[in-house]
């Protein structure tokens, strides 16, 4: 189950001419379906895009201006390459029932499916002609560090209506907005900026968000705290769904402990969290709730892979896969109302959940950003990739050196904030570089050229999978070159990844002293 253009890539790869997308109704329509009940019918049709590069291509890695330079050649150069055109479930039963059910192959609503001799016509009409793309951005400027700006947004376009995504996470951020602006009529003001966001053009590639990053790339990088995205925040809601940096995880399980269960079977929205993940992954001794690996997706790319902002993902999800009625003519508001959260209990508990991490960022004078977390989890990724390499003739040995003097440093610069926290310690520049340090982490992982053949994929520890764009794959740059069986190409990303893992050793020394523009 992955990207449908990742789908595409493979497809062209593998030299097919064209491809016919479905939705399975083994995945998709296992119950009654709409009207009757949340699951798909057979003349749902799943829309989406297929490009593996994000952003406008035609002026990719720069921003798209109306008179600016568009390269048609280069667009040419990433844009998918064979004809995709996604249908009904109804209409692929109809084209599987041609093909040769004597030939022993992949087993399909009862039948064996293989080569035919019958031919489909496929015809795709795309319209290729430029159009606007508008942002739409709300500011709150903050009282004590106001050039430090904490971002949260949506993306407001659709497919069909898009109840679900993403008008669940768009009515959140508005939600928020409005709050906080009834807050600001009584003079309460954050410490620090916030940018309310909603962002054009998500569903096409990503385009209004990467747009925007590439256009204000240089005040991104230095004044940038957080980012928060919202999306498909609330669907069928039968667990909670974060994706993050691993600097989010202490205050996100903090926060949710102290935030109502939408459920009544649980008091909190942690103890929900846990409850329901147990359940649906069968692990009755489940401790702590994951939080996933952040790819791509949606408006949270461009800021975590291309500056190296922390970025952080909210939504429930149904714990397999996207929801029945994702993309399709379905997703609108009666369905959501009837079967997705129709008290909209759900949605306002995520508010809540989204808003107390928000105003961490934003108003607590040391942010709860974690550089702890991050270097627990690249310890661990650590010992994942050293039993990988254990079958290859690439010694990780000076990878392991690197992160143990990492996680020292990190430790010095906590045990510094906690000193700070317990007023053992004072002084501005000592806050000031506390909060600059947790804030900027994640830019020491930016490596300018990008990863091989992604250029727009900038982050070493992070990354969407190169075979699966929605999921997200750590040390990709290695991980990829491993994947291609190159013993030269590994060695060479994994130099490259030790040099990053120390520049952000050095970045986070307690006695560094490091000047901001």
Same mark, same amino acid.
């Given at each position: 189950?992955?990207?449908?253009?990742?789908?595409?890539?493979?497809?062209?790869?593998?030299?097919?001419?064209?491809?016919?997308?479905?939705?399975?109704?083994?995945?998709?329509?296992?119950?009654?379906?709409?009207?009757? +009940?949340?699951?798909?019918?057979?003349? +749902?049709?799943? !829309?989406?895009?297929?490009?593996?590069?994000?952003?406008?291509?035609?002026?990719?890695?720069?921003?798209?201006?109306?008179?600016?330079?568009? %390269?048609?050649?280069?667009?040419?150069?990433?844009?998918?390459?064979?004809?995709?055109?996604?249908?009904?479930?109804?209409?692929?039963?109809?084209?599987?029932?041609?093909?040769? &059910?004597?030939?022993?192959?992949?087993?399909?609503?009862?039948?064996?499916?293989?080569?035919?001799?019958?031919?489909?016509?496929?015809?795709?009409?795309?319209?290729?002609?430029?159009?606007?793309?508008?942002?739409?951005?709300?500011?709150?400027?903050?009282?004590?560090?106001?050039?430090?700006?904490?971002?949260?947004?949506?993306?407001?376009?659709?497919?069909?209506?898009?109840?679900?995504?993403?008008?669940?996470?768009?009515?959140?951020?508005?939600?928020?907005?409005?709050?906080?602006?009834?807050?600001?009529?009584?003079?309460?003001?954050?410490? !620090?900026?916030?940018?309310?966001?909603?962002?054009?053009?998500?569903?096409? +590639?990503?385009?209004? &968000? =990467?747009? =925007?990053?590439?256009?204000?790339?240089?005040?991104?990088?230095?004044?940038?705290?957080?980012?928060?995205?919202?999306?498909?925040?609330?669907?069928?809601?039968?667990?909670?769904? #974060?994706?993050?940096?691993?600097?989010?995880?202490?205050?996100?399980?903090?926060?949710?402990?102290?935030?109502?269960?939408?459920?009544?079977?649980?008091?909190?929205?942690?103890?929900?969290?846990?409850?329901?993940?147990?359940?649906?992954?069968?692990?009755?001794?489940?401790?702590?709730?994951? #939080?996933?690996?952040?790819? &791509?997706?949606?408006?949270?790319? %461009? =800021?975590?892979?291309?500056?190296?902002?922390?970025?952080?993902?909210?939504?429930?999800?149904?714990?397999?896969?996207?929801?029945?009625?994702?993309?399709?003519?379905?997703?609108?508001?009666?369905?959501?109302?009837? =079967?997705?959260?129709?008290?909209?209990?759900?949605?306002?508990?995520?508010?809540?959940?989204?808003?107390?991490?928000?105003?961490? $960022? %934003?108003?607590?004078?040391?942010?709860?950003?974690?550089?702890?977390?991050?270097?627990?989890?690249?310890?661990?990724?650590?010992?994942? $990739?050293?039993?990988?390499?254990?079958?290859?003739?690439?010694?990780?040995?000076?990878?392991?050196?690197?992160?143990?003097?990492?996680?020292?440093?990190?430790?010095?610069?906590?045990?510094?904030?906690?000193?700070?926290?317990?007023?053992?310690?004072?002084?501005?520049?000592?806050?000031?570089?506390?909060?600059?340090?947790?804030?900027?982490?994640?830019?020491?992982?930016?490596? +300018?050229?990008?990863?091989?053949?992604?250029?727009?994929?900038?982050?070493?520890?992070?990354?969407?999978?190169?075979?699966?764009?929605?999921?997200?794959? &750590?040390?990709?740059?290695?991980?990829?070159?491993?994947?291609?069986?190159?013993?030269?190409?590994?060695?060479?990303?994994?130099?490259?990844?030790?040099?990053?893992?120390?520049? %952000?050793?050095?970045?986070?020394?307690?006695?560094?002293?490091?000047?901001?523009?």
């Amino acid at each position: 189950k992955i990207f449908r253009g990742s789908k595409a890539s493979n497809a062209h790869t593998h030299e097919m001419v064209g491809m016919i997308l479905y939705s399975d109704p083994a995945d998709k329509g296992q119950g009654e379906v709409y009207p009757d +009940g949340p699951w798909l019918p057979p003349t +749902g049709v799943e !829309r989406g895009n297929v490009k593996t590069v994000k952003g406008d291509l035609g002026s990719h890695l720069y921003p798209a201006y109306s008179e600016g330079y568009t %390269a048609s050649q280069e667009y040419e150069a990433i844009a998918p390459k064979i004809p995709v055109m996604p249908i009904p479930y109804d209409k692929a039963k109809s084209l599987l029932e041609l093909v040769d &059910s004597s030939n022993s192959g992949h087993k399909l609503w009862g039948r064996n499916i293989g080569p035919s001799g019958d031919t489909v016509e496929l015809k795709v009409e795309n319209d290729n002609s430029h159009q606007k793309c508008r942002n739409v951005l709300g500011f709150i400027e903050g009282k004590d560090e106001p050039e430090k700006v904490v971002i949260v947004g949506s993306h407001r376009d659709a497919w069909i209506y898009g109840a679900s995504d993403p008008g669940s996470g768009m009515a959140i951020v508005l939600e928020i907005a409005r709050a906080l602006g009834e807050e600001l009529e009584d003079d309460w003001r954050p410490r !620090r900026s916030i940018l309310f966001a909603s962002w054009d053009a998500e569903e096409p +590639g990503i385009i209004g &968000s =990467f747009e =925007f990053v590439e256009d204000h790339l240089t005040a991104l990088k230095y004044k940038a705290v957080a980012y928060l995205n919202l999306d498909t925040a609330v669907s069928i809601p039968k667990t909670l769904n #974060i994706k993050s940096t691993p600097n989010f995880n202490s205050l996100v399980y903090d926060e949710a402990k102290k935030v109502d269960s939408p459920d009544g079977e649980y008091d909190s929205l942690y103890d929900y969290w846990l409850g329901t993940m147990s359940d649906l992954t069968n692990d009755a001794s489940m401790d702590v709730p994951p #939080i996933r690996l952040i790819g &791509s997706g949606s408006d949270y790319t %461009a =800021f975590l892979n291309e500056v190296g902002i922390s970025s952080i993902d909210f939504a429930y999800t149904s714990g397999s896969g996207t929801y029945p009625v994702y993309h399709t003519q379905y997703d609108n508001f009666e369905w959501m109302k009837t =079967f997705g959260d129709p008290k909209f209990t759900y949605h306002r508990q995520l508010g809540i959940f989204a808003t107390r991490i928000l105003m961490a $960022l %934003a108003d607590e004078k040391v942010l709860r950003l974690s550089a702890e977390d991050y270097a627990m989890k690249i310890k661990d990724l650590t010992k994942d $990739l050293e039993e990988v390499l254990s079958n290859s003739d690439i010694d990780p040995s000076d990878m392991t050196a690197v992160v143990a003097m990492f996680e020292s440093a990190v430790n010095e610069h906590s045990k510094l904030k906690a000193d700070f926290l317990n007023e053992k310690t004072n002084g501005s520049d000592i806050l000031n570089s506390i909060n600059e340090k947790e804030a900027f982490l994640d830019r020491q992982f930016i490596y +300018g050229y990008g990863l091989l053949k992604r250029p727009s994929f900038r982050h070493l520890i992070f990354a969407p999978s190169s075979s699966n764009t929605y999921a997200g794959s &750590s040390f990709p740059g290695v991980v990829d070159a491993l994947a291609a069986d190159n013993d030269e190409e590994t060695k060479k990303q994994l130099g490259i990844l030790i040099t990053k893992i120390q520049a %952000a050793t050095s970045f986070i020394e307690v006695n560094n002293k490091i000047d901001f523009v």
